[in-house]
């Protein structure tokens, strides 16, 4: 079940990623700039918060913090906007291990059944 819960969470993120790539690659920088600031202000506004309710709720919040940093980077690489990490903390490397084994079984299995697949536009999944 967990393995169908991080392919799921895998392929929406990477497909909402994609549209925000193409999306930023069609605004002047001077916009991309901008919204990337933005993006990063709501974004330590929000890791705030998480910090101060891991330290609220949890006896050893450093722990939930680091997977916190975690996904805040992978969030970005996925945007295209930082680099790969080099090194993360145990929790956060096991689901990492964990979503890396996920995706490599959803292409195994999209390979399988290509034939059994429609074809989608990009305006399919536009929200």
Do not use: C
């Not at 967990?2 to 920088?29: C, H, S």
């Not at 993006?39 to 506004?45: D, F, H, I, R, V």
């Not at 919040?61 to 996904?71: E, H, K, R, S, Y």
């Not at 490397?93 to 399988?112: G, M, P, R």
């Amino acid at each position: 079940m967990l393995k169908n819960i991080l392919t799921g969470n895998l392929i929406f993120r990477d497909y909402l990623a994609y549209k925000f790539r193409q999306g930023m690659a069609e605004l002047p920088f001077a916009k991309q700039e901008a919204l990337v600031a933005q993006l990063t202000k709501g974004a330590q506004s929000l890791i705030k918060l998480a910090y101060q309710q891991n330290e609220a709720l949890l006896e050893d919040a450093g722990a939930a913090n680091d997977l916190v940093d975690f996904q805040w980077r992978m969030l970005l690489v996925a945007l295209g906007l930082g680099e790969q990490p080099a090194e993360s903390g145990p929790v956060a490397h096991q689901i990492d291990q964990l979503a890396n084994q996920a995706q490599q079984v959803t292409v195994v299995e999209t390979i399988k059944d290509a034939d059994a697949t429609e074809f989608m536009s990009d305006d399919d999944y536009d929200f």
